[in-house]
């Protein structure tokens, strides 16, 4: 072997020798979190998002930041979720009414429902009717009547426009024949200070805090809840079913998405992490204490459950005849 061949095989097994080892894989989460929030603080969805990053802290050592950014139909906190680097360290806390509702009712959104991933339900929550005390109406007949008297006259507040709420509340009045007036609200805290001043005469919303106290000491009145059955949080209000509206079943899911980019290993290990939360004794408390039912499905069972929870709400949308933009 000549000098040269030597030199060359010496210059190569040093290379070797010197170069860098390659970079050890980044064990995640191996910095804090933000979760953006699509509602204000003091709401139901805030409750969620504070109670279970709490824990997640504690179980994943760092920290969760919460993130409030509601407005425009929760499209701001939508957005802005799916701006970041699809890396799993920014996830968004929003209804399902995102994939579900917003595609039906906007010709131009800033993004499709296919661009996130749902990563872990976390709650659902029962939807109450709630009326000032000023109308001295304790159900939904005695409403009906009062708001037939008095077209126009009347005022309902709902979290925004094209929700849950808000096509609920559209169908109670093309079913009752009644004529009142929406003002939407970016947050129910806001909502319901206006109920009891009776500046609004009527609120949909989770039976939850802020409404829920109010209801309780009969500062408000509530006409129905939703459910099969009534609500141990409030025995005496009867079901729509059995206020004679026995179709209006909505459905108020609150779900962590990510990006549809994310890796399905995050995934997993992000919905394991909310599944262990929402198992504790102490989450399972507050929540049911608020109105809220825990979940905690696998990703592909939340997919699929969405799909048909978005062909369901396309065609009441069309029913009603709303559009936003």
């Given at each position: 072997m000549n000098i040269m061949k030597k030199w060359c095989m010496a210059t190569a097994v040093l290379g070797c020798m010197t170069s860098p080892p390659a970079p050890a894989q980044e064990?995640?989460?191996?910095?804090?979190?933000?979760?953006?929030?699509?509602?204000?603080?003091?709401?139901?969805?805030?409750?969620?998002?504070?109670?279970?990053?709490?824990?997640?802290?504690?179980?994943?050592?760092?920290t969760i930041v919460v993130e409030n950014r509601p407005g425009a139909n929760q499209i701001i906190a939508t957005s802005a979720a799916l701006r970041a680097p699809a890396d799993g360290y920014t996830l968004l806390l929003a209804d399902a009414g995102i994939v579900t509702l917003n595609p039906h009712l906007f010709k131009k959104l800033p993004y499709k429902a296919s661009d996130l991933q749902p990563i872990a339900d976390l709650a659902e929550a029962?939807?109450?009717?709630?009326?000032?005390?000023?109308?001295?109406?304790?159900?939904?007949a005695d409403f009906f009547k009062y708001a037939k008297a008095n077209p126009g006259k009347l005022n309902y507040g709902t979290l925004g426009v094209g929700n849950t709420h808000h096509l609920l509340l559209e169908s109670i009045k093309r079913q009752g024949g009644v004529d009142i007036v929406n003002v939407p609200y970016q947050g129910y805290a806001a909502a319901i200070n206006d109920l009891l001043g009776n500046q609004i005469q009527l609120v949909s919303g989770a039976l939850s805090p802020p409404a829920l106290g109010h209801l309780k000491t009969g500062a408000l009145h509530a006409l129905a809840v939703t459910g099969a059955t009534r609500s141990p949080l409030l025995p005496g209000t009867p079901t729509f079913a059995e206020a004679g509206f026995p179709e209006l079943q909505p459905r108020s899911s609150f779900i962590v998405y990510g990006s549809a980019r994310m890796s399905k290993e995050q995934v997993g290990f992000l919905n394991d992490a909310f599944a262990k939360v929402l198992s504790t004794p102490q989450t399972i408390s507050i929540f049911l204490e608020n109105g809220l039912d825990p979940q905690g499905h696998e990703p592909a069972e939340i997919k699929a459950d969405l799909s048909r929870m978005s062909e369901k709400n396309s065609a009441l949308i069309k029913s009603v005849g709303l559009t936003l933009d």
């Amino acid at each position: 072997m000549n000098i040269m061949k030597k030199w060359c095989m010496a210059t190569a097994v040093l290379g070797c020798m010197t170069s860098p080892p390659a970079p050890a894989q980044e064990t995640f989460p191996a910095k804090p979190i933000t979760l953006i929030v699509s509602y204000p603080p003091g709401g139901t969805v805030d409750l969620i998002a504070r109670t279970v990053s709490h824990q997640l802290r504690a179980s994943l050592g760092q920290t969760i930041v919460v993130e409030n950014r509601p407005g425009a139909n929760q499209i701001i906190a939508t957005s802005a979720a799916l701006r970041a680097p699809a890396d799993g360290y920014t996830l968004l806390l929003a209804d399902a009414g995102i994939v579900t509702l917003n595609p039906h009712l906007f010709k131009k959104l800033p993004y499709k429902a296919s661009d996130l991933q749902p990563i872990a339900d976390l709650a659902e929550a029962r939807i109450v009717l709630s009326a000032s005390k000023a109308l001295a109406s304790n159900n939904l007949a005695d409403f009906f009547k009062y708001a037939k008297a008095n077209p126009g006259k009347l005022n309902y507040g709902t979290l925004g426009v094209g929700n849950t709420h808000h096509l609920l509340l559209e169908s109670i009045k093309r079913q009752g024949g009644v004529d009142i007036v929406n003002v939407p609200y970016q947050g129910y805290a806001a909502a319901i200070n206006d109920l009891l001043g009776n500046q609004i005469q009527l609120v949909s919303g989770a039976l939850s805090p802020p409404a829920l106290g109010h209801l309780k000491t009969g500062a408000l009145h509530a006409l129905a809840v939703t459910g099969a059955t009534r609500s141990p949080l409030l025995p005496g209000t009867p079901t729509f079913a059995e206020a004679g509206f026995p179709e209006l079943q909505p459905r108020s899911s609150f779900i962590v998405y990510g990006s549809a980019r994310m890796s399905k290993e995050q995934v997993g290990f992000l919905n394991d992490a909310f599944a262990k939360v929402l198992s504790t004794p102490q989450t399972i408390s507050i929540f049911l204490e608020n109105g809220l039912d825990p979940q905690g499905h696998e990703p592909a069972e939340i997919k699929a459950d969405l799909s048909r929870m978005s062909e369901k709400n396309s065609a009441l949308i069309k029913s009603v005849g709303l559009t936003l933009d």
